[in-house]
């Protein structure tokens, strides 16, 4: 029946996720939270209003002052919110190890988790999640031009940990990251725990050949004549309802040395290195913009073809809380701009892409 296609969907039944090397972990959402009382409540998406404000997330490594100061203030609000409320940073991290580490079957097959990783559904998803936890913090300070800043790393300026994350006194800070990247520790897309778990950072290349070599690999990664062609090397596999797909694109696993080169490296890289505590870091949304912003970049260089004319990537759907605590049900289809969804970013230099790196 594969064959015949279908679109992947969340189910209501939620259940423990599974994390290799540690077992079962509870990640579902609140089910008794509030007035809603229970999953049955859900209601299709709809675009914001037009007219409400354009956020524009800027680069986190020049933040201005009175930004910083506001989402620093709508993170340690959402910090402080009880555990069981699904706007607190607790219930948003589950999310993450909810799509991923197991804790749906897919909606119709009772046996085959949902994974919005190494497929497809990995930038749709990640772009309306990181969209929804930024209106939900714009709720909280009762700001709707809030926006997430971005961690700017295919910039050379921007390869290392942005320093606004590194003040241990601020709503920003996550103990759980590895000590030996920062400060002012050059990020390198060649990292691999592997390699580096128990020694100190290769010290072999220098900085500046380091962030050469990463934006030629950025350059790769997003350029690269087939990955402009065959939107599949750039995103992931298709992946339809019923099935386990893991082949991821080309952006997707440039990410994931991000993520392994901020995480604790310790044997299960929390926080950042691992799905299901990756979220707990504030970091996590500005590794997330920025990944969203690359893939607005290569849908500019593609005249925003959409990447997959297929009912079953654009009919896929995820269910989230909304900025108005309402379980709201959300398509692929609904991600593709991020205009309707009223954000943007702010321009900056893109380095890597004249090929004279
Ligand atoms: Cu869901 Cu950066 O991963």
Redesign the pocket.
């Known amino acids: 029946d594969h064959a015949m296609g279908a679109p992947v969907e969340t189910p209501l039944a939620c259940h423990d996720a599974k994390v290799d090397g540690i077992g079962p972990v509870k990640c579902c959402p609140p089910y008794d939270w509030g007035h809603l009382g229970h999953w049955g409540e859900i209601v299709d998406f709809k675009f914001p209003s037009p007219s409400s404000p354009m956020r524009v997330r800027k680069p986190a490594h020049r933040l201005d002052h009175v930004n910083l100061l506001k989402y620093k203030e709508a993170i340690r609000l959402m910090k402080a919110l009880p555990d069981d409320d699904p706007w607190s940073l607790t219930q948003q991290a589950k999310i993450?190890c909810a799509y991923?580490n197991g804790a749906y079957y897919q909606k119709g097959y009772n046996k085959i988790p949902l994974q919005?990783?190494s497929n497809w559904l990995?930038l749709p998803f990640?772009r309306l999640y990181i969209y929804f936890f930024e209106r939900i913090l714009g709720k909280l300070i009762g700001d709707e031009t809030l926006a997430i800043p971005f961690w700017n790393y295919d910039a050379p300026i921007g390869m290392e940990m942005p320093s606004i994350f590194l003040d241990s006194s601020s709503s920003l800070y996550d103990e759980n990251r590895d000590d030996r990247h920062h400060p002012l520790r050059v990020l390198d897309y060649d990292y691999t725990i592997k390699g580096s778990k128990n020694c100190p950072p290769t010290e072999s290349i220098s900085p500046k050949d380091t962030m050469t070599n990463n934006m030629c690999k950025m350059r790769y990664s997003v350029f690269r004549d087939d990955n402009l062609l065959i939107p599949e090397l750039f995103m992931g596999a298709p992946v339809r309802g019923g099935e386990s797909i893991e082949s991821h694109g080309s952006l997707e696993g440039l990410?994931n040395t991000v993520?392994n080169w901020t995480g604790l490296p310790i044997s299960f890289n929390f926080d950042m290195g691992n799905?299901f505590t990756?979220a707990r870091d504030p970091m996590?949304f500005s590794?997330?913009a920025n990944?969203d912003r690359l893939w607005e970049i290569y849908r500019k260089s593609r005249r925003y073809k959409t990447e997959f004319n297929d009912s079953d990537w654009l009919d896929s759907s995820f269910l989230f809380y909304d900025e108005n605590k309402q379980l709201v049900r959300v398509k692929v289809r609904d991600s593709l701009k991020p205009s309707d969804l009223r954000y943007t970013y702010e321009d900056v230099e893109i380095p890597w892409r004249s090929s004279a790196i």
Do not use: I, P
């Open positions: 993450h991923c919005v990783h990995f990640h990410h993520h799905f990756a996590f590794h997330h990944v």
